[in-house]
T-cell receptor, first 111, second 110 residues
């Protein structure tokens, strides 16, 4: 089983460029989350979704956008990348308020 | 105040030691509680859920104190392989947000 799949695994962006981090899950989970993790820090919630068509801000949403047109996919969009967005990004999914399963992460560097 | 707080450590303990981590949460509407383990540069994985009555899984014991709004994780007979970062996580019933603490780093030494 694939579980949660994130692409790409690594990416280098130049300041001001845009990109979309892809996240797909095949477990029919209704909840999906995007986190960022800076070195030595915990996971900070960027955006989350409780179902298709529903998204909400987390702790650090500025500079990011999301959409949830299907149950399976939850892409994260970075507009006008900044060095402060250099981080490891994790996508996760869960059934309602149960264990979350994570993707392997996307390591993003903005230079 | 952060919604979920942990002592980042690091905790350096010898093999065989017992070590305990605490995690406090600020939202009294929180209803689901978890401990995750994260190895270096890997994704977090569930270690155990935390139930109101407390629960045990081998050398690991988790407890919840709703009155004081904290959860704890006790690791007995530490192994070298327990070296990792332990993250507590909380879901608020009113939003469904899954919020993580900063993580506590454990280093078990021979």
């Amino acid at each position: 089983n694939a579980g949660v799949t994130q692409t790409p695994k690594f990416r280098i962006l130049k300041i001001g460029q845009s990109m979309t981090l892809q996240c797909a899950q095949d477990m029919n989970h209704n909840y999906m989350y995007w986190y960022r993790q800076d070195p030595g820090m915990g996971l900070k919630l960027i955006y989350y979704s409780v179902g298709a068509g529903i998204t909400d801000k987390g702790e650090v949403p500025n500079g990011y956008n999301v959409s949830r047109s299907t149950t399976e996919d939850f892409p994260l969009r970075l507009e006008l990348a900044a060095p402060s967005q250099t981080s490891v990004y994790f996508c996760a999914s869960s059934q309602t308020r149960t264990e979350a399963f994570f993707g392997q992460g996307t390591r993003l560097t903005v230079v | 105040r952060k919604e979920v707080e942990q002592d980042p450590g690091p905790f350096n303990v010898p093999e065989g030691a017992t070590v305990a981590f605490n995690c406090t949460y600020s939202n009294s509407a929180s209803q689901s509680f978890f401990w995750y383990r994260q190895d270096c540069r890997k994704e977090p994985k569930l270690l155990m859920s935390v139930y109101s009555s407390g629960n045990e899984d081998g050398r690991f014991t988790a407890q919840l104190n709703r009155a004081s709004q904290y959860i704890s994780l006790l690791i007995r007979d530490s192994k070298l392989s327990d070296s990792a970062t332990y993250l507590c996580a909380v879901i608020a019933s009113n939003t469904g947000k899954l919020i993580f603490g900063q993580g506590t780093t454990l280093q078990v030494k021979p």
